[in-house]
């Protein structure tokens, strides 16, 4: 009975937490656009280590197959990347593209306030996720270089 009790209750606290979020994201529309961003964002540096890891390490066996071999991949790759920084670009700075392509927009009127608040907000966390991910790359690269530095060297000839 005490598991069940745990598994209810433990469910129970996912799925409201969960809820919370998403209510927090319908009321404040600014919050689902940074998280849907700091998505897109990853995905900046993703796709291009999909095409570095090919090329690096060509006779890994791949789950998937892509059209046209490698030059299909790679069109693929920048069709993809292409697409990425359009939806990136647009959601750091909604309505950009409208007035490029001579459509009216109103910022207040979409998102309920005004684009400098927009602006500061989801330019202000992307940029503390830009430090800490600076952070735990200098953190990782010491931590490469006291191992590297511990570990003995290992003849390969026998």
Known sequence: MFCLV???QGSAWMIVSDRMQAMAAADFAVVL??????????????????????KRHPEVLRAYRVPGGTWGFRICLAV?????????WVALFPGTL???????????????LSQGVFE????????????????????????D?????????QSTAS
């Open 6 to 8: 745990l598994l209810t």
């Open 33 to 54: 656009t940074v998280a849907v961003t700091t998505l897109l964002l990853s995905c900046l540096v993703i796709v291009p280590a999909l095409g570095t890891l090919r």
């Open 80 to 88: 993809v990347y292409v697409w990425i920084v359009i939806g990136s």
């Open 98 to 112: 409208n007035s490029l392509l001579g459509e009216s927009y109103s910022f207040a009127d979409t998102w309920g």
């Open 120 to 143: 500061v907000f989801t330019l202000g966390t992307v940029g503390v996720l830009l430090c800490v991910g600076a952070i735990g790359r200098v953190v990782a690269l010491r931590r």
């Open 145 to 153: 270089r006291e191992v590297a530095i511990s570990e003995p060297i």
